[in-house]
């Protein structure tokens, strides 16, 4: 089985594809610092937009292990200051399934490009999440509470803050003290653009006009929030997983809750993680999506496939996601479930 055919021979970013413990690609391409002529590789640090949501969501599922928290919890009774037109009986669980209809600071079903939220609000002022509360604050609900889902931003801002309220922490500090240090990430974290640490890939937004690249550091949060903006490797990643589908983060049932649906036929989401409908069972995966960024990583729990594939200039990575998990289906199935690299 030859991956490296199906791989674009212009993509950049990098592409992990394991099956149970064994690599069967894991491939670094294009330049993390294009200027300088900076390759990518395994130990490049890339931004992940919306996959930081996967992280929220165990956050908050360890509270609720822990009795300091409840699905059934209502944002009224977290916060001092005044919500306004948001419906107060809005609960944890509606925020965390995308259910809940809290105006979205970036609605994706009217705004077709994240940047466009910062020609009148700098973004190097969201460094917190409560820095993002002018952006929805003053907005009605989107539809009634528990009505719908429509994918949701603002409601893990949200769910970002009551972790942050509950346990006296910046959100994260806390994933770094209770995700990423148990699971050995140690290369992951939520970083401000004007100070990134070392091995962080800049993010490229080719300009048509031009006919260059420029980076995307005035087309996102200057620091990641409860909505996304962690940055990672391919490697932690795989830890992540590991350690999550080994119950070393949650419990096997609130494991299983998590991964389960709970938005609809529609839509298939359980907490944090978007799930594909296989036949008799969802298989989960998590993404992201910025203005020079995208990332997607699934698991095939028959096939016991985890591919990763993150793209620092924005490539297709959901296309090739698809081309790579028909090959490695057609491969499964002659070979009787087994695969090769070779």
Not at 27 to 33: H, Q
Request: net charge negative.
């Amino acid at each position: 089985m030859n991956i490296d055919r199906i791989i674009p021979a212009d993509f950049r970013g990098c592409i992990s594809i394991y099956q149970n413990d064994k690599m069967l690609i894991e491939k670094a391409y294009g330049y993390a610092d294009l200027p300088n002529q900076v390759l990518n590789d395994m130990e490049t640090r890339f931004a992940t937009a919306s996959a930081g949501k996967a992280f929220v969501a165990v956050g908050i599922l360890q509270l609720i292990e822990k009795g300091l928290l409840h699905l059934e919890d209502k944002i009224g009774s977290f916060f001092d200051f005044d919500l306004e037109q948001i419906d107060k009986e809005i609960t944890v669980e509606q925020l965390l399934t995308h259910t809940s209809g809290i105006p979205d600071y970036f609605d994706e079903s009217v705004m077709t490009e994240y940047e466009e939220l910062w020609y009148d609000f700098p973004n190097y002022r969201i460094r917190s999440n409560k820095d993002l509360l002018p952006l929805f604050i003053h907005k009605p609900m989107m539809y009634p509470r528990g009505s719908k889902f429509q994918y949701n931003n603002t409601g893990f801002v949200v769910l970002a803050m009551i972790l942050e309220k509950i346990t006296g922490m910046e959100f994260d500090r806390y994933l770094e003290e209770f995700v990423f240090v148990p699971c050995k990430m140690k290369h992951t974290g939520y970083y401000e653009l004007d100070r990134l640490p070392a091995k962080c890939a800049f993010n490229y937004i080719y300009d048509e006009e031009r006919n260059d690249f420029r980076t995307n550091i005035y087309s996102v949060d200057v620091k990641g929030t409860g909505a996304g903006g962690a940055f990672t490797t391919i490697g932690d990643v795989r830890l992540f997983w590991k350690n999550l589908l080994s119950y070393q983060l949650l419990s096997p049932s609130m494991t299983k809750t998590m991964l389960s649906n709970h938005s609809g036929e529609s839509q298939c989401y359980g907490y944090g993680m978007w799930l594909k409908k296989t036949e008799n069972d969802f298989n989960p995966y998590f993404q992201g999506c910025d203005p020079g960024v995208s990332f997607k990583s699934s698991f095939d729990k028959k096939k016991q496939i985890l591919i990763t594939i993150v793209s620092n200039y924005g490539d297709d990575v959901w296309k090739l996601w698809r081309e790579i998990s028909a090959n490695l289906t057609h491969f499964y199935d002659e070979n009787g479930g087994g695969l090769s690299e070779s």
